[in-house]
């Protein structure tokens, strides 16, 4: 899967001489928490809702309703996006942009292609991939399992449950306890939670958990 896939588009930018009541305006209006600053057809920045909420004053302050207004509508967009800007592109893999913005800590990044900006991948597009990946609004069996981490245990689980008729609706394999085994989660149809802890507990090393959902 790739970014082009799942992005965004198209692309909510605003004007960096925008005043920042009226971007927080748009950004609850459009229901989106982050946008692309473009002028003149090219991307000089990103603005984040918190960026704009960090310059609206406290409600500790001494300030007029009238004065703070006043003070909000001098300041601007483009004095507190952010211009050094991550970004990637169409044919980035979707975990790429996942590992990017993880290690960044960054909610999103605009998707490029050459010099234009086309959509925006952001943490809300990631966790509904999550919940396809883990089949989240599907009804089954879902079973946790430690396996070795060596050829062939993958292979051993699911021919045991191809062979019990079963039907896999998701899989994903995970960081185990340690460097020798790793921790599977799955979730089957097809099976009931006796049938399904009998055949597979003989050939892992543990199951972790198992629950009907």
Do not use: C
Not at 93 to 105: T, Y
Not at 142 to 154: A, F, H, N, T
Not at 191 to 210: A, C, M, T, Y
């Amino acid at each position: 899967m790739l970014v082009g896939d799942r992005m965004s588009h198209p692309v909510i930018s605003i004007n960096p001489d925008l005043p920042v009541v009226d971007a927080l305006n748009l950004m609850k209006r459009e229901r989106i928490r982050r946008t692309p600053v473009v002028k003149n057809g090219k991307m000089i920045g990103i603005v984040s809702d918190k960026d704009l909420l960090n310059a609206s004053p406290s409600s500790a302050t001494s300030l007029s309703v009238w004065e703070m207004n006043y003070l909000l509508s001098r300041i601007k967009v483009k004095d507190l996006m952010t211009k050094k800007v991550l970004t990637v592109s169409e044919d980035t893999p979707i975990e790429e942009a996942a590992r990017i913005m993880a290690d960044n800590k960054i909610g999103g990044l605009p998707v490029m292609r050459a010099d234009h900006i086309v959509g925006i991948i952001t943490e809300t597009d990631l966790f509904k991939i999550l919940l396809e990946l883990m089949g989240a609004r599907e009804p089954g069996v879902r079973m946790s399992v430690l396996i070795l981490d060596k050829p062939g245990q993958l292979a051993k689980l699911t021919n045991t449950i191809a062979n019990l008729n079963g039907n896999i609706i998701a899989f994903g394999q995970f960081t185990g306890e340690d460097p020798s085994n790793r921790e599977v989660t799955f979730k089957v149809s097809g099976l009931d939670e006796g049938q399904l802890r009998s055949e597979i507990e003989p050939i892992v090393e543990r199951v972790l958990d198992i629950r009907t959902v």
